[in-house]
């Protein structure tokens, strides 16, 4: 794997250990208007589009059920409170990233995490490394479209062609490539290697510290 002056990563399933907190969460907005509770499993396979695509998913007849809006915005009132119950960063992330900033490597987060709780998540696990996060809003378009890993790539001052994208998941995969930029793909998050494979990972690594076993 090549070493990269610039490395961007996803959140949920990448750095950050979020599944039991969304799923608690979206059981809390489930149960608010008696609509069907979903496992940890069916929560995994829902993640990934940002949170409006999350609850769709959850909400029979997605955001043709009437109380669609009410749902997610209870969602959100309840995630935004409770959004480090049980989240934490996967083993071995936090000395990767210090590891990559000890060598000088530019770090962002960009993610279809709700922008205020993506914002709030990488100050509380990752303040000394990461200073740029963005997450979903109204104000710009979303993975898998580029911009967000573009305002990352300006706000860095970073050049694109040495730049990678880190993710776990399809959406990430085809973020890379809308973005110009190669993709590393992640064993460790939401999706398992033959679905990555499927959807067009082509780097795939097991350990976080594969990312910076390459540093010289």
């Keep these: 794997m090549k070493e990269f002056d610039t490395y961007i990563?996803?959140?949920?399933?990448?750095?950050?250990y979020t599944l039991g907190d969304l799923t608690a969460s979206t059981n809390y907005a489930m149960r608010a208007f008696n609509m069907p509770e979903h496992t940890t499993e069916e929560v995994?396979?829902?993640v990934g589009n940002g949170i409006k695509k999350l609850i769709e998913r959850a909400v029979p007849e997605g955001n043709a059920n009437k109380y669609y809006e009410e749902v997610y915005n209870t969602f959100i009132e309840h995630?935004?409170?409770h959004n480090a119950d049980t989240t934490k960063p996967y083993e071995g992330i936090t000395d990767m990233l210090a590891t990559l900033k000890q060598h000088g490597k530019?770090?962002?987060v960009v993610s279809n995490k709700y922008c205020k709780a993506t914002e709030e998540l990488c100050h509380r696990f990752f303040s000394?490394?990461?200073k740029?996060?963005?997450g979903e809003s109204d104000k710009i378009k979303k993975k898998p479209a580029p911009d967000t890993v573009n305002e990352a790539l300006k706000i860095l001052e970073a050049e694109r062609n040495n730049a990678v994208y880190v993710g776990d998941s399809e959406v990430d995969i085809q973020t890379a490539v809308n973005s110009g930029m190669p993709c590393i793909s992640v064993l460790w998050g939401f999706r398992d290697r033959d679905f990555l494979i499927k959807n067009g990972a082509q780097t795939l690594i097991e350990n976080p510290n594969d990312i910076v076993a390459c540093l010289k």
């Design 9 to 16: 990563f996803d959140l949920d399933g990448t750095l950050l």
């Design 44 to 46: 995994r396979m829902m």
């Design 79 to 81: 995630y935004l409170k």
């Design 106 to 108: 530019k770090i962002a």
């Design 128 to 130: 000394e490394y990461i």
């Design 132 to 134: 740029v996060a963005i």
